[in-house]
């Protein structure tokens, strides 16, 4: 649930310790698996601006599918963009672990998604639910946060 009028998406409050261990325990269970290759907390950038800083330090750009990502249903697709969840990852899997991964959360019941692609064009673009793409951010016209494989840091 949101603390409203924040857009703190609290996921954890009143929730076993137990299950919370567990819940977090997926993250390093992925890696030690060799399933996921670089991932990042959903900050107070929200998911799109998350994902700007992920890419940007991996030095790649992409696509990413605003109508796939998960959400609950009483949650305006605008206000769970800007939500800062307590319980959010983007994570950078190759497609043919992507099921694996998937398996993986749904085994604890938490949602997740594949959201997206990437490519080498250093461009994020976000797709709506038409099919419609808009640029996002361009690496190579500048920066967003100054770290990348280009050397800048």
């Given amino acids: 649930r949101f603390r409203d009028p924040q857009s703190y998406w609290d996921a954890s409050t009143g929730s076993p310790s137990e299950r919370l261990r567990g819940d977090l325990a997926l993250l390093p269970g992925l890696a030690e698996a060799g399933l996921c290759r670089a991932a990042k907390d959903i900050s107070m950038a929200g998911l799109v601006g998350t994902a700007l800083m992920l890419l940007e330090c ?42 694996a991964v998937l398996e993986r959360f749904a085994e604890r019941g938490i949602a ?42």
């Fill in 58 to 99: 991996s030095g790649v750009g992409g696509v990413i599918d605003l109508d796939a990502i998960p959400r609950p249903e009483e949650v305006t697709l605008a206000r769970w963009l800007t939500a800062f969840p307590s319980f959010g990852y983007l994570l950078s899997i190759q497609p043919d672990r992507t099921p």
């Fill in 112 to 153: 997740a998604a594949a959201i997206g692609t990437l490519d080498a064009t250093r461009i994020v673009r976000v797709r709506d639910a038409e099919g419609t793409e808009a640029a996002v951010w361009d690496f190579v016209a500048g920066p967003l946060i100054g770290c990348g494989q280009d050397g800048t840091s």
